[in-house]
């Protein structure tokens, strides 16, 4: 079957850094348009950043500059960089396979920006 995991998350400072990692298995990798989510306490799930099948990214505007999305697809593993952390990058993240629509999800790391 399909999974999804996520790993990398934790406590971190801010103006820190930390790598997520999401290892897949049960589909073709490379054929996906892979994307990281977060969801706040009290807050809708949004796209934090999207790498498609040929790695073009998008983010969106909060994390431009301080991270980066990248695929292996040796690996079956997409990674975020997340620099310079707020306390307001605060979440779950979710790891995200999207093909045609349709696609499936990890359960998700918690990242805890603070001092």
């Known amino acids: 079957q399909v999974q999804l995991v996520e790993s990398g998350g934790g406590l971190v400072q801010p103006g820190g850094s930390l790598r997520l990692s999401c290892a897949a298995s049960g589909i073709t990798f490379s054929m996906y348009t892979m994307g990281w989510y977060r969801q706040a306490p009290g807050k809708q799930r949004e796209l934090v950043a999207s790498?498609?099948?040929?790695?073009?990214?998008d983010y969106t505007d909060p994390v431009k500059g301080r991270f980066t999305i990248s695929r292996d697809n040796a690996k079956n593993t997409v990674y975020l960089q997340m620099n310079s952390l707020k306390p307001e990058d605060t979440a779950v993240y979710y790891c995200?396979?999207?093909?045609?629509?349709?696609?499936?999800w990890g359960k998700g790391t918690l990242v805890t920006v603070s001092s």
């Open positions: 995200n396979a999207m093909l045609n629509g349709g696609g499936y």
């Open positions: 790498i498609s099948r040929i790695s073009s990214t």
